[in-house]
């Protein structure tokens, strides 16, 4: 067994247009995606925007830069995220289907196994 | 001798290292287990003479090396985590010999999963299931040799620690897992049939490892549609390639081949495959497109051909696939169908297209239609428009010879 980490890449200008009964609705499928898959979750969680985000980068001085923002700046930006137990590719391929994601999509990344 | 490895290296490569990757559970060190058992296979059957199945004799040469080196736990220092694979019967596994598993659509669904890009697979496919050197792959794909060799590092890196797993996918998601394999080797193919670039029209080591493929996968999946189907494009596509240039070098369109050369032999078996494909139910992609080359395949003539088929054929192909290069062939069908002016009217929609700007075979088909509509300044700038995104140095000549001609002469 493996874990993957789904990252639910949304465009958040997107997300601040919709109407609230489709945030609902997206939520509502959030739940039903837990619930389907409760035995193979090993976390996940919903983000709050990138404008709340702080980034902080060693800097060559050896100093470290405090910035307000997401660490690159994309129209996509990780909104939430999922750990999941999978056997291989296709079994985590099949899981990652079922995220709701409307404004955007999921990234599928492995993780490395600690030796 | 070295001609009788040389051809078990052609047809049993992929047997011999789809079995031995299951004992090693890493390309790699699998590809080395092989190598080192045609090496062998060199000085044995000089000595032996050649085995009643030399498949059989090389997977248990390697498979034996793959035991050694696994016993010899340098898998404590390996740097990538094994492949994950299916349950397999134990027992006879390790006596290894006769009986060994056919491994090899397991090692055809990964080289072509569809979480690897395109091109990679594509390498992957020359390199593991057609037995070519980095060298040759990266030759057949006109690249570099680092840029190729870090292709397919990179490709068997993300196998291994996505875990891409080494089996046959479950029955629920075979048919799009087909038509990714399928799509491998169409692509290997087509780069054969008209090279992208070049001196030469075709390529035909490229032409002849697509053939090998699209064989290996009709005998582990015989009764899918789609894999007999991509089969009979092949060979319908292939049979005419005596006549595709004249004996001066220049490029023969369809109108002006001599079908009396065409191959009989290779046309009887890919009609008889698409019959047979068809009758199976709703046609997919590759059912669809060999159907089409089918019509030409079996038109007397050029002024025989049933382009009001054709377009048919392509409408339904546009359906089950739909892209913007069918859309295209399909304006072209219509041409011939309606005239060039109704032609032309089908290409437009397909002007902004982004997949095809830097596709040379919209502005060379509008051209035609432009020049037989007798608007030849129109006509001249598509040619020249084609002439500046074609590459291979046959149809440079054609479409050059294509102006010549056109312009007033003086």
């Known amino acids: 067994m493996a874990q993957y980490l789904m990252l639910i890449y949304e465009d958040e200008a997107r997300w601040a247009e919709a109407a609230p009964e489709t945030a609902e609705q997206v939520m509502k499928q959030h739940e039903q995606f837990v619930a389907t898959h409760k035995p193979i979750l090993r976390g996940g969680h919903a983000l709050q925007p990138t404008s709340t985000a702080t980034s902080l980068r060693r800097e060559r001085s050896g100093g470290l830069a405090v910035t307000d923002g997401a660490f690159v700046e994309t129209k996509e930006a990780v909104g939430g995220y999922y750990v999941v137990e999978a056997a291989d590719l296709d079994e985590a391929m099949a899981v990652a289907k079922d995220i709701p994601a409307p404004f955007g999509g999921v990234e599928i990344r492995p993780v490395r196994e600690s030796s | ?410």
């Open chain 2, 1 to 410: 001798m070295a001609a009788a490895v040389a051809e078990a290296h052609r047809t049993e490569w992929a047997f011999v290292l789809a079995a031995t990757i299951r004992v090693t559970r890493d390309l790699t060190m699998a590809e080395d287990c092989v190598q080192d058992a045609y090496a062998k296979a060199l000085t044995a059957w000089t000595a032996q003479g050649i085995p009643g199945k030399p498949g059989a004799w090389l997977t248990t040469v390697a498979r034996r090396r793959a035991f050694d080196l696994a016993d010899k736990s340098d898998v404590a220092r390996r740097a990538l985590p094994l492949l994950v694979t299916d349950q397999v019967a134990a027992g006879s596994e390790r006596a290894g010999g006769e009986e060994i598993d056919d491994d090899r659509l397991r090692l055809i669904f990964t080289c072509c999963h569809p979480a690897l890009a395109p091109e990679a697979q594509a390498a992957l496919a020359l390199r593991l299931l057609c037995g070519l050197s980095t060298p040759e792959v990266a030759r057949a794909f006109l690249v570099g040799e680092s840029a190729m060799a870090a292709r397919i590092t990179r490709a068997k890196k993300k196998i291994a620690a996505a875990r891409i797993p080494y089996r046959i996918p479950p029955l629920a998601e075979l048919p799009d897992r087909i038509e990714s394999v399928l799509t491998v080797v169409h692509l290997l193919f087509a780069t054969g049939h008209t090279a992208p670039a070049g001196a030469d029209l075709v390529r035909r080591d490229l032409v002849e490892r697509a053939f090998d493929l699209a064989r290996m996968v009709r005998s582990l999946l015989p009764g899918d549609p789609e894999v007999a189907s991509l089969l009979a494009l092949i060979l319908l596509t292939d049979a005419r390639r005596r006549t595709r240039v004249s004996d001066e070098g220049h490029l023969l369109l369809l109108a002006d081949q001599d079908r009396s050369q065409w191959d009989r032999s290779e046309i009887e078996e890919g009609l008889h495959l698409v019959a047979a494909a068809i009758r199976k139910g709703r046609p997919r992609r590759f059912a669809l497109m060999a159907a089409i080359t089918a019509v030409h395949a079996d038109s007397p003539s050029w002024d025989a051909t049933d382009w009001q088929e054709l377009v048919g054929l392509y409408d339904l192909l546009l359906d089950a696939w739909p892209s913007p290069v069918v859309a295209l062939n399909k304006a072209v069908a219509v041409g011939f169908a309606a005239g060039p002016a109704a032609g032309l009217a089908a290409l437009k929609p397909l002007e902004n297209e982004p997949q095809l700007t830097t596709y040379g075979y919209l502005a060379s088909a509008r051209a035609d239609l432009l020049r037989r509509l007798g608007r030849i300044p129109e006509a001249l700038a598509s040619y020249e428009e084609a002439l500046a995104v074609t590459e291979n140095e046959v149809e440079r000549s054609f479409l050059s010879q294509r102006i010549a001609d056109l312009k007033p002469s003086g």
